[in-house]
């Protein structure tokens, strides 16, 4: 007599894998460029992704484990706290049919424009000067 709850329980997590996985299929991950912002002083990061959101979400979470790669930024984080940060895509790029490699490329291209445009160095910034 349990057995079928439990079989339609199953089932029904089935479908929702399948609901997941075909919305995943028809909506992939963009790439991008994203900006961190520091709303206490200005300062900005500049970054990008094969999947931009996501790039995101893994910066955010390195900085709420203390374990950024950029001690400033975690300085920071740690001083003025996570409510003053804004994350953001600044720019999606329309991926590559053929190629990610192209896509890559093209999305180290975009990334070296808005880092020319912002200028994220020194004290507007977190990024590291290009010769660094």
């Given at each position: 007599?349990?057995?079928?709850?439990?079989?339609?329980?199953?089932?029904?997590?089935?479908?929702?894998?399948?609901?997941?996985?075909?919305?995943?299929?028809?909506?992939?991950?963009?790439?991008?460029?994203y900006r961190?912002?520091?709303?206490?002083n200005?300062?900005?990061?500049?970054?990008?992704?094969?999947d931009?959101?996501?790039?995101?979400?893994?910066?955010?979470?390195?900085?709420?484990?203390?374990?950024?790669?950029?001690?400033?930024?975690?300085?920071?984080?740690?001083?003025?706290?996570?409510?003053?940060?804004?994350?953001?895509?600044?720019?999606?790029?329309?991926?590559?049919?053929?190629?990610?490699?192209?896509?890559?490329?093209?999305?180290?291209?975009?990334?070296?424009?808005?880092?020319?445009k912002?200028?994220?160095?020194?004290?507007?910034?977190?990024?590291?000067?290009?010769?660094?």
């Amino acid at each position: 007599m349990t057995a079928k709850p439990f079989a339609s329980t199953i089932e029904r997590i089935m479908d929702q894998k399948a609901i997941l996985k075909r919305a995943y299929k028809e909506n992939p991950p963009l790439p991008g460029i994203y900006r961190i912002t520091n709303k206490a002083n200005g300062k900005i990061l500049i970054g990008s992704g094969m999947d931009v959101q996501g790039k995101m979400n893994s910066q955010r979470a390195q900085l709420r484990m203390g374990s950024h790669r950029n001690v400033e930024l975690q300085q920071h984080w740690m001083r003025f706290g996570a409510d003053q940060f804004v994350f953001e895509v600044i720019d999606y790029l329309t991926p590559s049919p053929d190629s990610p490699q192209d896509t890559r490329k093209d999305l180290e291209a975009l990334e070296r424009l808005w880092l020319a445009k912002l200028q994220p160095f020194g004290l507007r910034g977190y990024n590291k000067t290009p010769e660094e």
